[in-house]
């Protein structure tokens, strides 16, 4: 699910009064991006498109019940499910890995 608040505000740091003058300024097709705003057809490549726009990651563009910190080393990916999305909670997660 999108973030509209989060595409809102940073619309709204960056100057910019319409999804119209958003398409063009971020160079994405305008029914695609009121795709990616009515949560129609999210694709990869438009959100990527989007997060470059705003220099921000696809992450701060979704909104999502369920979060992951990958742990990758030289032999294995590790993957812990995160009952929130916050800094905090990923470090602590990272200092048990790193201390186990």
């Known amino acids: 699910m999108i973030n509209l608040s989060k595409i809102n505000k940073l619309m709204k740091v960056n100057n910019i ?5 958003l398409s063009k300024k971020a160079a994405i097709p305008y029914t695609t991006l009121l795709n990616i ?19 921000v990651s696809i992450d701060d563009l979704i909104i ?15 993957t812990y499910k ?3 999305k916050n800094e905090f909670f990923k470090l602590l997660v990272l200092e048990k890995y790193l201390l186990s």
């Open 64 to 78: 999502s019940k369920i979060y992951y910190l990958n742990i990758i080393t030289e032999k294995y990916i590790r």
């Open 17 to 21: 009064n319409s999804y119209n003058i």
């Open 37 to 55: 705003i009515n949560n129609k057809d999210v694709r990869i490549s438009s959100l990527l498109s989007l997060s470059n726009f705003f220099n």
């Open 82 to 84: 995160l009952k929130y």
